[in-house]
């Protein structure tokens, strides 16, 4: 038991950071998890909910201090007459302010309503960071596909290593027979070479395609940020794929983020040019104070409410409101488009599935008949009423039946697969 367990030990260090078994599913996964752009999800979310926050304040009282120092070229004064008047009645002439003036003002405002600007802003940093959310998930799709191109290239190219190493076995073993036929007299050394030919070239397809499946599953294994090498099993997907009826990519949501916050700016736009109405309350310190007939620094206070308008926004709300509605028919005409050209390649791919279908219906009906023909083909040479030569095509064509089985198979996972990415995960 010891043993046993130091065994399992080493083999699990032995294979440790590669992964046994990987289903397509989990490269998906495993993809998105590894993409340098989804790392931006969590700045996103962080820069909406600061800019909300930030955008939020306005609602906040605003707190102000002014100072001011001023000289002036004229002050209030009675007129000569009620200065007369004033003299003749003994009262003794009334101080007025000097030209030099002073005043600290801190003043506390609450605004009451914007016009509703601060609510559009914050709707607009929403959808911006939606928009910005679905450009990710735009180019992930890009990397999904990718995957299903390697991931489907890996399966083929296992099933072909597996047909050609069942081909090698039967070449060498007819190879074998061959050297008996030339013992007999059936056969030639040139029918030994032709065999011996076709197995070299089999083993320059075989090397060929064990590289080409190193290749493959290195950039697989970059793609999901994981380790796996020739041990890796990769699951044949299954082909009760759930496919959606609607489409639900990311570009249409990424559209309609866009028309949108197309309608917020519109909104905002309206909002600039509303009045604003609050609350304030000032305290000064001042000379003069609110009486002007008072002299010299005195403290004052006042509160109340106000309202202001700019009417500047009102001029170019037309132009602006008009550029908005050319941007939402631009966004609409690139969805349309958009769809129109997904509609067509979903048309080739729907095609491609039933073609790839109907090819496999045929493909065990055309192994079986290559078989027979095969058999019927070895039977023939034995008797000498049939060359080595034509055997060796026949051999040939039946192996062909089988790769084309396997390709076709392959073809229609795929197809299906790529349906279900053009339509939507």
């Not at 040019?273 to 310190?285: S, T, V």
Request: charged fraction near 25%.
């Amino acid at each position: 038991m010891k043993k046993l367990i130091l065994l399992l030990l080493f083999y699990s260090l032995s294979i440790s950071g590669y992964m046994q078994n990987l289903n397509i599913e989990q490269c998906y996964a495993l993809a998105r998890q590894n993409y340098p752009l989804i790392k931006q999800y969590d700045l996103i979310e962080k820069s909406k909910t600061y800019n909300l926050a930030y955008a939020a304040k306005s609602y906040l009282p605003q707190l102000s201090l002014q100072a001011r120092a001023s000289w002036q070229t004229d002050i209030t004064e009675f007129p000569d007459e009620f200065n007369n008047i004033m003299d003749r009645m003994g009262v003794d002439g009334i101080e007025f302010p000097s030209k030099d003036q002073y005043r600290i003002v801190l003043e506390l405002y609450q605004s009451i309503w914007d016009g509703g600007l601060t609510a559009s802003k914050q709707k607009s940093i929403k959808a911006q960071s939606e928009i910005e959310k679905q450009n990710m998930e735009v180019s992930l799709y890009a990397v999904y596909q990718q995957i299903n191109q390697l991931y489907f290239g890996i399966l083929l190219l296992e099933e072909q290593l597996k047909q050609n190493e069942l081909f090698m076995k039967e070449l060498n073993r007819n190879y074998q027979r061959i050297e008996k036929f030339i013992d007999n007299g059936l056969a030639n050394s040139s029918d030994l070479n032709k065999i011996k030919v076709e197995i070299l070239m089999r083993e320059q397809t075989k090397s060929e395609m064990t590289y080409n499946r190193k290749a493959y599953v290195l950039m697989l294994s970059l793609l999901i940020g994981q380790n796996i090498n020739e041990e890796t099993r990769l699951e044949k997907p299954k082909s009760s794929i759930d496919i959606k009826e609607e489409i639900n990519r990311p570009e249409l949501k990424r559209y309609d983020a866009q028309l949108k916050l197309n309608d917020i700016q519109q909104k905002a736009t309206l909002a600039k040019g509303m009045p604003r109405i609050g609350l304030f309350a000032q305290g000064a310190y001042a000379n003069p104070g609110l009486n002007m007939f008072k002299s010299g620094f005195s403290p004052y206070f006042m509160g109340g409410i106000s309202l202001s308008w700019n009417f500047s926004g009102l001029y170019t709300y037309g132009d602006e409101n008009k550029n908005l509605n050319i941007n939402a028919n631009s966004i609409a005409i690139q969805k349309e488009t958009f769809l129109f050209n997904l509609n067509q390649q979903v048309s080739k791919t729907n095609s491609d599935i039933e073609k790839a279908k109907e090819l496999m219906q045929k493909d065990d009906e055309i192994i079986a008949l290559r078989e027979q023909i095969k058999t019927t083909s070895e039977v023939k040479v034995e008797n000498g009423t049939l060359s080595v030569n034509d055997y060796l095509q026949d051999i040939v064509l039946a192996d062909m039946a089988r790769q084309n089985k396997v390709l076709h198979e392959m073809q229609w996972l795929l197809a299906l697969y790529q349906l279900n990415i053009e339509k939507g995960l």
